[in-house]
């Protein structure tokens, strides 16, 4: 039902558009509209332009500062588990080698 509203939507606006008698005229306004409208819609794009790149400038900032603060938090426990580990394959309580002479 939606896509049938649609398609009627769509032939009106090109039966509108393209009547013999005043599509012409009717096209001419359009298009002196739109032409009005351009300006003021570049300046809202440039400056939504702008807003967007400070706004991921900051996101990207605070990611990187979380990811520091996360590798700082993190390496006292990995240099701790390294120490396990060595002193797990390497245990304290080795026996000398012997020398065969």
Known sequence: MKKTLITVGIGA???YLLDPELGEIRRSMLKDKLRGRLPKTADALH???GAVATKAHELVTQA???AAESIEHA????DEAVAHAVDAVE???APAE???T
């Open 98 to 100: 012997s020398n065969p």
């Open 75 to 78: 390496i006292p426990q990995l």
């Open 64 to 66: 990187d500062d979380k």
């Open 13 to 15: 606006g090109l039966m």
């Open 91 to 93: 245990p304290n309580d």
């Open 47 to 49: 400056d939504k332009k």
